[in-house]
């Protein structure tokens, strides 16, 4: 395992200061290692760049891009990244009162991982990294053909998609 020195953070989005400490070159390390299962590649670079759009009510959300070379090819790796709100209002609600991130972290961390051993389809995205109270690195399903549904009312093919989610379940 080879960490060069070229990593760098290139930020974009409104909160460039709080996610400066969110993601690091060894989290980037780990969260690689997590999800090839060894440690066979030399990390590059990683960029971390908030979504403009706003996806969820009680986090912000994030892309994260670690390039790294394997087997002798540059490669790059998408993931979504799941941060603490910097809404005050909502992180007192949620985050502090709830410890809404922390049953976040223990579900996907722990609980997915036993269920899914009793499930043939897929229950959630992989999660590759996840820091109890601030960050949670997931598998990009964007990759896999999902996208996010911009409906504020379910029509009935998501609806019957939902339900059939929660059946399989």
Same mark, same amino acid.
């Given at each position: 395992l080879a960490v060069t020195s070229k990593c760098a953070v290139r930020f974009s989005g409104a909160f460039p200061r709080a996610a400066m400490s969110l993601i690091s070159k060894n989290d980037c390390v780990e969260i690689l290692r997590s999800k090839l299962g060894d440690?066979? #590649?030399q990390l590059e670079d990683f960029t971390f760049k908030y979504f403009e759009e706003l996806l969820g009510f009680h986090a912000n959300h994030a892309g994260l891009t670690i390039k790294a070379i394997l087997n002798g090819t540059v490669k790059d790796f998408?993931? #979504?990244?799941k941060t603490g709100s910097n809404n005050p209002e909502i992180k007192e609600k949620y985050w502090n009162v709830l410890r809404q991130f922390y049953k976040e972290h223990v579900f996907l961390t722990n609980l997915v991982k036993i269920l899914q051993n009793f499930v043939d389809q897929k229950i959630t995205a992989d999660c590759y990294l996840s820091k109890l109270e601030n960050v949670c690195v997931l598998e990009d399903l964007g990759g896999l053909g999902y996208e996010t549904c911009h409906l504020e009312y379910p029509d009935m093919v998501h609806a019957e998609r939902a339900v059939q989610a929660f059946a399989n379940f």
């Amino acid at each position: 395992l080879a960490v060069t020195s070229k990593c760098a953070v290139r930020f974009s989005g409104a909160f460039p200061r709080a996610a400066m400490s969110l993601i690091s070159k060894n989290d980037c390390v780990e969260i690689l290692r997590s999800k090839l299962g060894d440690d066979h #590649f030399q990390l590059e670079d990683f960029t971390f760049k908030y979504f403009e759009e706003l996806l969820g009510f009680h986090a912000n959300h994030a892309g994260l891009t670690i390039k790294a070379i394997l087997n002798g090819t540059v490669k790059d790796f998408k993931f #979504f990244v799941k941060t603490g709100s910097n809404n005050p209002e909502i992180k007192e609600k949620y985050w502090n009162v709830l410890r809404q991130f922390y049953k976040e972290h223990v579900f996907l961390t722990n609980l997915v991982k036993i269920l899914q051993n009793f499930v043939d389809q897929k229950i959630t995205a992989d999660c590759y990294l996840s820091k109890l109270e601030n960050v949670c690195v997931l598998e990009d399903l964007g990759g896999l053909g999902y996208e996010t549904c911009h409906l504020e009312y379910p029509d009935m093919v998501h609806a019957e998609r939902a339900v059939q989610a929660f059946a399989n379940f």
